[in-house]
């Protein structure tokens, strides 16, 4: 994600009642996110959270799938990057992403975003945004030049959710075709 490069007057005379806005230069949710909530680094036993957290979104217990989705993301891949957000020592949201070192005859370092599940419990509570947050912010540190994702053009919540993210439609077109 591209990091604002606006510069930011502060004056000579600091009046008390004047208050600098730092908030348009934060190239992410910024540090309160992920300081208000915590989050770690996704672990094995994180599979019954997962899976409840995915069912009470959904409705439906996909087991199998996060079985597959958590070996993946704890050997399958030369950089973990999936976290999970815990309250009170409860997971209560999770991220999976992988790093991609290229794919499609790109050369370049992108993540992928790969699932995202907040209890609907503490939605809208920032645990997406610390998620985000500590996300973003351990990319940079491996130097991942971009974070992709595929969303279902539908889904309008998840959509304007990433909009708010900083994520924008990429120049690549997906097509699928039917072989049945």
Not at 23 to 48: T, Y
């Amino acid at each position: 994600m591209a990091q604002s490069t606006e510069a930011i007057f502060i004056p000579h005379h600091v009046d008390e009642a004047f208050e600098v806005s730092y908030a348009e230069a934060a190239p992410d949710f910024g540090p309160l996110a992920r300081d208000r909530i915590p989050v770690r680094s996704m672990a094995a036993g994180d599979l019954v959270a997962l899976v409840e957290i995915d069912s009470r979104i959904t409705g439906r217990k996909r087991v199998k799938y996060f079985e597959r989705k958590l070996q993946d993301a704890l050997s399958e891949s030369d950089v973990r990057v999936s976290l999970v957000a815990e309250l009170d020592g409860v997971a209560v949201g999770f991220i999976m992403a992988r790093v991609d070192l290229g794919e499609f005859g790109r050369v370049d370092t992108t993540a992928v975003l790969d699932t995202i599940g907040v209890h609907p419990d503490y939605q809208h509570r920032g645990v997406g945004q610390a998620l985000i947050s500590q996300l973003l912010m351990n990319l940079g540190t491996l130097r991942v030049e971009n974070l992709r994702t595929e969303v279902d053009w539908n889904d309008r919540v998840l959509l304007g959710y990433l909009d708010r993210c900083g994520f924008r439609p990429s120049q690549q077109l997906c097509f699928d075709r039917s072989l049945g």
